[in-house]
């Protein structure tokens, strides 16, 4: 059975433990598209040991190396993707929900396939977990815990801008664990009087102030000047914790989480009910049709 996995839209933490275990299981019948599916149009698809996953199987990134391909949508780039997709028995893709749909499409083609949630945003529809997720949470505590410290020790205010272009579930989800003053995940919840005031309150106290903003909302530099001049002679700083939330080594739920969705993937090319997507649902991973 030949098999072969693709990556599309971007790398998230624990990727290449799932592809190290589905090369460990499929061997030579394992083949890998460099860039996704741009990599499937251009037919640059090599066998598995040349992007020796076992090297990186509890690192992060993605050894198969991933890209965004916008074109994929076009019919004739599409249809070429399609008619080399066809040589193999399965195709295995990570990514979000724009993978997702282009797997339904790809069936649709007479292409079989599994989709994979690997997401760093967890914001795939009807999907309760992505691989990524719980480690881009946790790179975000990490650097809370790291940088506020010296917020502190000059009463400074500190705005702490975390991925999600859409989506503010990383910034929720931290949010949780490091408890700080203010949280913005939507446009809606942007209230510049509420920063001011707060950081007011907190410098007359000599206390730091700390502020998780979901990106895209507003640009950082700009909200810190024009709160800046409201505030003197107390200070904000802009974090941009950016691709650390990708780059940031797996943790132990990531890794562990990633073999058993592989688990998952295998028993679903198994079985041959394809297209198939792999995801979670009450804690457990599940099998369902799409």
Do not use: W
């Not at 040349?50 to 090297?55: L, Q």
């Amino acid at each position: 059975m030949k098999v072969l996995i693709l990556a599309s839209g971007g790398d998230a933490p624990g990727m290449n433990k799932f592809i190290s275990k589905l090369a460990q299981h499929f061997g030579n019948e394992l083949y890998a598209c460099k860039r996704g599916f741009k990599g499937l149009y251009e037919n640059e698809i090599y066998p598995i040991r040349y992007f020796d996953p076992f090297k990186y199987a509890n690192s992060a990134g993605c050894c198969i190396t991933s890209a965004r391909f916008p074109e994929f949508k076009e019919k004739q780039i599409f249809d070429k993707a399609v008619e080399n997709a066809k040589a193999y028995d399965a195709v295995v893709v990570l990514g979000g929900n724009g993978s997702q749909k282009a797997v339904i499409d790809m069936e649709r083609a007479g292409v079989k396939a599994v989709f994979v949630p690997c997401t760093i945003d967890n914001d795939v529809e009807d999907n309760e977990y992505s691989i990524g997720f719980d480690t881009a949470v946790e790179s975000v505590r990490y650097v809370f815990k790291n940088v506020m410290p010296s917020m502190e020790a000059f009463s400074r205010a500190c705005v702490f801008v975390t991925m999600g272009r859409h989506s503010g579930n990383i910034a929720k989800a931290a949010a949780k664990l490091v408890k700080p003053d203010i949280v913005i995940t939507e446009d809606k919840e942007l209230d510049e009087d509420k920063i001011v005031e707060k950081i007011k309150k907190n410098f007359s106290k000599e206390r730091a102030t700390s502020i998780i903003l979901r990106e895209n909302i507003v640009d950082e530099n700009k909200l810190c000047k024009k709160i800046g001049e409201k505030i003197k002679p107390a200070e904000i700083r802009p974090f941009v914790i950016g691709y650390l939330q990708r780059g940031s080594k797996p943790t132990t739920r990531e890794l562990r989480i990633a073999y058993q969705f592989a688990l998952a993937t295998i028993k679903a090319i198994r079985i041959k009910k394809l297209p198939i997507a792999v995801l979670m649902e009450g804690g457990k991973i599940i099998l369902k049709r799409i």
